[in-house]
T-cell receptor, first 116, second 109 residues
Framework: GAVVSQHPSWVICKSGTSVKIECRSL??????MFWYRQFPKQSLMLMAT?????????EQGVEKDKFLINHASLTLSTLTVTSAHPEDSSFYIC????????????FGDGTRLSIL | TQLLEQSPQFLSIQEGENLTVYCNSS?????LQWYRQEPGEGPVLLVT?????EVKKLKRLTFQFGDARKDSSLHITAAQTGDTGLYLC?????????FGTGTSLTVIP
């Protein structure tokens, strides 16, 4: 069964809305989780590293105020896309490592975000 | 510049043909992973390679880690339609985890 649960799987909303995506680790604790963005037929682009109890580490070019990350517990990280616009439409995926960051990752099933 | 460059980016072949996907970098890694992803789903781990020169086989898939641990290849023998998908190499560096540029494979019946 799934070891990382991501919710919701599909969101359609109007421009200007803020959308929250949850990523939960099931049956294990994750001090670190990763958030990715993916366009069709392209690879996963790391957006940020979510760190439990501290600020997220954002990759270059990713707007911190646009993509708010909160890792409030050892099993939950959330990504909030604030004031979403059509260009934010994408597939967002989270992952949590089996061990350290160099270890294989458990992935959520992704969230398809469509902004009208 | 991308940390991991994959080639080719797109590949369309007939069922039964062989193919090789490459993952290259100028950096040295302690390990490297290969994943396969289908549309609308998260990536699924295929293999982890750790030792320079290591070769691992998974049924018709053969994975090799370069001697210098900077590159890797994935060879598929007698491709099947079920092999269609996005193939991704990936590495962990520092406290981050990065994917290669991806190879989209389509196997035509």
């Amino acid at each position: 069964g799934a070891v990382v649960s991501q919710h919701p799987s599909w969101v359609i909303c109007k421009s200007g809305t803020s959308v929250k995506i949850e990523c939960r680790s099931l049956d294990f604790q994750a001090t670190t989780m990763f958030w990715y963005r993916q366009f069709p037929k392209q690879s996963l682009m790391l957006m940020a590293t979510s760190n439990e109890g501290s600020k997220a580490t954002y990759e270059q070019g990713v707007e911190k105020d646009k993509f708010l990350i909160n890792h409030a517990s050892l099993t939950l990280s959330t990504l909030t896309v604030t004031s979403a616009h059509p260009e934010d439409s994408s597939f967002y995926i989270c992952s949590a490592p089996w061990g350290g960051s160099e270890q294989p990752q458990h992935f959520g099933d992704g969230t398809r975000l469509s902004i009208l | 510049t991308q940390l991991l460059e994959q080639s080719p980016q797109f590949l369309s072949i007939q069922e039964g043909e062989n193919l090789t996907v490459y993952c290259n970098s100028s950096s040295v890694f302690s390990s490297l992973q290969w994943y396969r992803q289908e549309p609308g789903e998260g990536p699924v781990l295929l293999v982890t390679v750790v030792t320079g020169g290591e070769v691992k086989k998974l049924k018709r898939l053969t994975f090799q880690f370069g001697d210098a641990r900077k590159d890797s290849s994935l060879h598929i023998t007698a491709a099947q339609t079920g092999d269609t998908g996005l193939y991704l190499c990936a590495v962990g560096m520092g406290n981050q985890f990065y994917f290669g540029t991806g190879t989209s494979l389509t196997v035509i019946p």
